[in-house]
DNA sequence: ATCCAATAGTAGGACATCCAAGTATTTTTG
DNA sequence: CAAAAATACTTGGATGTCCTACTATTGGAT
């Protein structure tokens, strides 16, 4: 029987300590890996009966959090850290779906911005409930415990320029 | 100017404050993708020079430690959380690069075994030293913290059953 | 004022991921 | 023992992501 006789990640973590001596960074990342995975998946399949994916609600989610109601699509990668191309791609399925209208900008025509539809709005509304409901899939966690993950989690973040750009 | 005048994350989480009060759940899972987004950024430009991409890492890594040094594709999707076709879909690749071999499991004719060349294991070792160098981007993070917050994201693990499968 | 650089977005291609469906093999069951 | 169920993997299709151009528009520099 090939079958594995350990713990492949806690493994993984000794022998990095043997060998190198970054265990912790080592079981660290790949349990952000993994607890992405296991979030996105859940995300997704309470998201799916709503006919949009988790990167898509983002989308849907910054667009009603804008005062304005608009956002060019270059911020809309910004703040969701995603290529150019990915937002260009993720736009053009929610228009095609009518959840966000594109519309040039008068003001710099090279700008394309996308506002929610009002069926957009209503499938973020379902949607968002949905996630509540399902409450992120973090039960196994204590509010405090979330937010003490928060903080860490925010320090790489901050580390990494996903920050400050509130400037622009 | 359409710019934002507030972080949307923060702000996000304020909002959900407000209407729903599951701020802290959805802060932290939108922190979890941010950070595995920056951090599997980095990686895999790490590892591009590497001809490697952070997915086929782990799949070379996983087979490094295992103890007899073959691994049935079902096992590897099983610890690395990935689909069967996913599993296939990298082993394929890397077997066209040279750094596993594929071979049939006598012992059950249904299963494909996925082994390291002598290649894969420099790869490998090549690849480790340059996450090794980069400290898998976590300098902004105490050994201490790292084990903090892996031990909360260990609670999650746990919860949705990426853990207990050791028996197999 | 006019060329040139920077910016915004799009098109095409590669990779990874999932799902649904299909094949092959093994195990279970009646 | 034969049929049914379970298991292991692959194929084809859809999404999302990134990268490398490429177009259009704007802003700066001489």
Known sequence: MPGLDFDPIERAG???????????????????????QVLLSQFDAVLKPH??????????????????????????????????T??????????????????????????????????????????TDALTELNFGLDALTVEQQDEAYELLKIIRKANEDWGTTEA
Chains 1, 2 share one sequence.
């Open 14 to 36: 000794e022998l990095w300590a043997e060998h190198i001596g970054e265990a912790s960074a080592m079981r660290f990342a790949t349990s952000v890996m993994r607890v992405q």
């Open 51 to 84: 006919d949009i994916t988790f990167s898509r609600y983002e989308v849907l989610r910054l667009l009603s959090f804008s005062t304005s109601g608009k956002l060019p699509l270059s911020k809309i990668g910004e703040r969701l850290m995603v290529h150019p």
């Open 86 to 127: 990915s937002v260009t791609s993720l736009v053009d399925r929610l228009a095609k779906q009518g959840f966000v209208n594109r519309e040039h900008d008068a003001d710099d025509r090279r700008r394309v911005l996308a506002s929610l539809t009002p069926t957009g709005k209503k499938v973020l509304d379902a949607a």
